[in-house]
């Protein structure tokens, strides 16, 4: 009897690890369909020359551009911006990295 037991727990943990992966891939599925979206949006208020910087720091800093498109998306969405060249682009970027503070603690030696 413990032996059918443990083949039931054993089976039961198979299926849910199987069903926590099918849940997590299609979550990555949804975030990747929302990133094509926003790429798109981004793409038709950028100016060639932003979006070329956008590339370019996508190879750089690949979460500091995911980023960058969410906030670019939200303030087209709310109407702040209609259509942004790349200088516009270059004080948004300066801003958020500004906002970007780094933590750092020093000890005093006695």
Same mark, same amino acid.
């Given at each position: 009897?413990?032996?059918?037991?443990?083949?039931?727990?054993?089976?039961?943990?198979?299926?849910?690890?199987?069903? $926590?992966?099918?849940?997590?891939?299609?979550?990555?599925?949804?975030?990747?369909?929302?990133?094509?979206?926003?790429?798109?949006?981004?793409?038709?208020?950028?100016?060639?020359?932003?979006?070329?910087?956008?590339?370019?720091?996508?190879?750089?800093?690949?979460?500091?551009?995911?980023?960058?498109?969410? $906030?670019?998306?939200?303030?087209?969405?709310?109407?702040?911006?209609?259509?942004?060249?790349?200088?516009?682009?270059?004080?948004?970027?300066?801003?958020?990295?500004?906002?970007?503070?780094?933590?750092?603690?020093?000890?005093?030696?006695?």
């Amino acid at each position: 009897m413990d032996e059918l037991e443990a083949i039931r727990a054993r089976k039961l943990q198979q299926l849910q690890a199987q069903q $926590y992966a099918q849940q997590d891939m299609q979550k990555q599925q949804q975030m990747q369909e929302a990133m094509r979206q926003i790429d798109a949006l981004i793409r038709r208020f950028l100016s060639p020359k932003a979006q070329d910087r956008l590339m370019n720091l996508g190879m750089v800093d690949p979460e500091l551009v995911q980023k960058l498109k969410i $906030y670019l998306a939200q303030m087209y969405a709310a109407g702040q911006i209609k259509a942004m060249d790349d200088d516009q682009l270059k004080a948004i970027l300066i801003k958020l990295k500004s906002s970007q503070h780094e933590v750092t603690i020093k000890r005093l030696e006695k």
